[in-house]
């Protein structure tokens, strides 16, 4: 029986586990957002706890053992100085896992395992007007757009020679005609 046995041994040794683990928290750190099986997420997800809370303790001591750890002196940087930062609001609960499906080769249940605060990079929020009108772009039929796309082509057309003809106008020198030779007979 596993009464209170602690912890998953995913059929590996004991060193192989850990350095599993090791590697692993150091790319969600790294990245933020990581994708692996579900039993591997719901392991690391402790490791990832107990890491964050070292970086919320700030101390000599708390990064020496971050360090002992993760063995990435960017990584413990960067967990000290911008993720626990972040998280000084919170008890717990640090990393987020979410069900993404299955493996194609073994069917093994994947999850995508991310930190709560969490950004896209480049995560510029749209207004729901913009939301609607790329909604809407997805939903016309295709002809409808190839149409209002030809139609604003010819509008900005018309804009660049209009803006054209404006600047060219003060400073332009006009050109005189040139005579046709004459024939001589």
Do not use: C
Request: proline residues 4%; hydrophobic residues 30%.
């Amino acid at each position: 029986m596993r009464h209170r046995v602690k912890g998953r041994k995913l059929s590996r040794h004991t060193k192989h586990r850990e350095l599993m683990f090791r590697n692993m928290l150091v790319s969600l750190l790294e990245h933020e957002r990581i994708s692996t099986t579900l039993a591997k997420a719901k392991e690391l997800r402790s490791w990832a706890d107990k890491v964050i809370s070292l970086g919320k303790q700030g101390t000599l001591y708390a990064r020496r053992k971050a360090f002992d750890l993760l063995r990435n002196e960017t990584i413990v940087k960067k967990l000290f100085d911008k993720i626990a930062p972040r998280m000084k609001e919170r008890e717990g609960g640090y990393t987020r896992i979410y069900k993404i499906g299955w493996r194609q080769g073994d069917g093994a249940p994947l999850s995508l395992v991310e930190l709560v605060t969490y950004s896209p990079p480049g995560g510029k929020k749209k207004s729901t007007v913009e939301k609607a009108k790329e909604v809407i772009g997805k939903v016309t039929p295709k002809k409808k757009v190839k149409e209002a796309e030809q139609v604003k082509e010819k509008e900005e057309r018309k804009e660049k020679k209009t803006k054209k003809e404006a600047k060219g106008a003060p400073g332009e020198k006009k050109e005189k005609p040139k005579k046709k030779p004459s024939k001589g007979k």
